[in-house]
T-cell receptor, first 113, second 114 residues
């Protein structure tokens, strides 16, 4: 099955700074790479995703970059705001035998005002 | 469109009992996946149902089971509850035609086993 490692586990940044979270996976058949945000007491919500034929995708202050050779993808948040404080999960998906989302262990992002 | 709903939202049971949780997907979605979320193990995949058939299963004991009805609503059942089953159980629905379809999560059912 897929082994997923997410770093760092906690991240504190000053408001306005950038934050980067990295996710490393093991299954070379993985071809879909979403990031989910889970605020305290709420459900996980997809914030951005990328497919294996694309190296980078941006959506306003959020971007995801993919390095298939090295088997990792990263979430980039620029100009962070207090409402970005949440737990972020990567969840690479494999079309191989796994056929399921395997979630990383999560990164607690705290944006300090 | 209404979002994914789960019932009940909170549940307290004792060891040895069994429990049934329900998930109603977004209208038109045919796939329902179930996840267990705990502070120690994070989000772990339980199983996925598509068109009333279990399409995929995670690494959980047979005490965990599920089913899906013709209207795509899904239930999961946990028998002979153990203390370690205390967790937030999340379901997620998607169109299901492709594994890369966006999954939309429900609010979860918080299960406490005493």
């Amino acid at each position: 099955g897929e082994n997923v490692e997410q770093h760092p586990s906690t991240l504190s940044v000053q408001e306005g700074d950038s934050a980067v979270i990295k996710c490393t996976y093991s299954d070379s058949a993985s071809n879909y790479f979403p990031w989910y945000k889970q605020e305290l007491g709420k459900r996980p919500q997809l914030i951005i995703d990328i497919r294996s034929n694309v190296g980078e995708k941006k959506d306003q202050r959020i971007a995801v970059t993919l390095n298939k050779t090295a088997k990792h993808f990263s979430l980039h948040i620029t100009e962070t705001q207090p409402e970005d404080s949440a737990v972020y999960f990567c969840a690479p998906w494999s079309s191989g035998s796994a056929r399921q989302l395997t979630f990383g262990s999560g990164t607690q992002l705290t944006v300090l005002p | 469109k209404a979002g994914v709903t789960q019932t009940p939202r909170y549940l307290i049971k004792t060891r040895g009992q069994q429990v049934t949780l329900s998930c109603s997907p977004i209208s038109g979605h045919r796939s329902v996946s179930w996840y267990q979320q705990t502070p120690g193990q994070g989000l772990q995949f339980l199983f996925e149902y598509f068109s009333e058939t279990q399409r995929n299963k995670g690494n959980f004991p047979g005490r965990f089971s599920g089913r899906q009805f013709s209207n795509s609503r899904s239930e999961m059942n946990v028998s002979t509850l153990e203390l370690g089953d205390s967790a937030l159980y999340l379901c997620a629905s998607s169109l299901g035609s492709s594994g890369t379809d966006t999954q939309y999560f429900g609010p979860g059912t918080r299960l406490t086993v005493l």
